[in-house]
């Protein structure tokens, strides 16, 4: 049987690279939060997970850690940014510092729906982190605080992000063959 690193035309982001970078952001975070009171790091779910698993061992202070599953209509490879919430926050955010994890800020039409429903929260602030950057195909007026790595207009895989729920527990961040795509 054919492993899944075989699906991977190319390496985009190295394990050694990420873990740098994903090291540089805890610190860069637990710098801009130190007079922060409670800090809340929402993991949205599933893409996050890798990313979220070790960007929190990186910030040394206090946190709040929650998690959000959320599912966008679309097809496996874009989103629509109707967004459904199928796991909300246990937390109660009003007042408090709040940083969404996400794998990757694409068209962002994801992140502005989810912003904009946690603001209705009042918290204090309310920050996104995305690991990948996909500028190039941006749809909503909407950036994020800290972002990992600007990527080209290429789908990729692995560190959390899935192809039909595969690949994301690769410990890199690859592009797919594109014989591998269905759709
Ligand atoms: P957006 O709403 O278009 O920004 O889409 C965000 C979501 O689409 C992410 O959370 C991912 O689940 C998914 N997505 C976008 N680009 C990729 C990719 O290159 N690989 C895997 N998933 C992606
Ligand atoms: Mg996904």
């Known amino acids: 049987m054919a492993g899944m690193h075989d699906d991977i035309a190319k390496v985009l982001v190295s394990k050694e690279v990420l873990r740098t970078k994903v090291k540089e952001l805890g610190e860069r975070i637990t710098a801009d ?22 960007l929190i061992r990186n910030i040394n202070r206090h946190v709040q850690l929650d998690f ?4 966008s209509y679309g097809n496996s490879r874009s989103s629509s940014g109707v967004v459904q919430i199928r796991k909300d926050l246990d937390i109660n955010i009003s007042g408090k510092d709040v940083l969404i994890v996400e794998d990757i800020m694409d068209s962002g039409q994801t992140l502005a729906y989810l912003k904009e429903m946690l603001q209705a929260r009042d918290p204090k602030s309310l920050r996104i982190c995305a690991l990948l950057d996909k500028p190039s195909r941006r749809v909503a007026d909407i950036q994020p605080d800290y972002f990992g790595f600007v990527i080209p207009d290429e789908f990729v895989v692995g560190y959390g992000l899935d192809y039909a729920e595969k690949y994301r527990h690769l410990d890199y961040i690859g592009v797919l063959k594109s014989e591998v795509y269905a759709d």
């Open 33 to 54: 939060y130190e007079d922060a009171q409670d800090l809340v790091v929402v993991c949205i779910l599933k893409g996050a997970v890798v990313f979220f698993a070790d």
């Open 68 to 71: 959000m599953s959320i599912s």
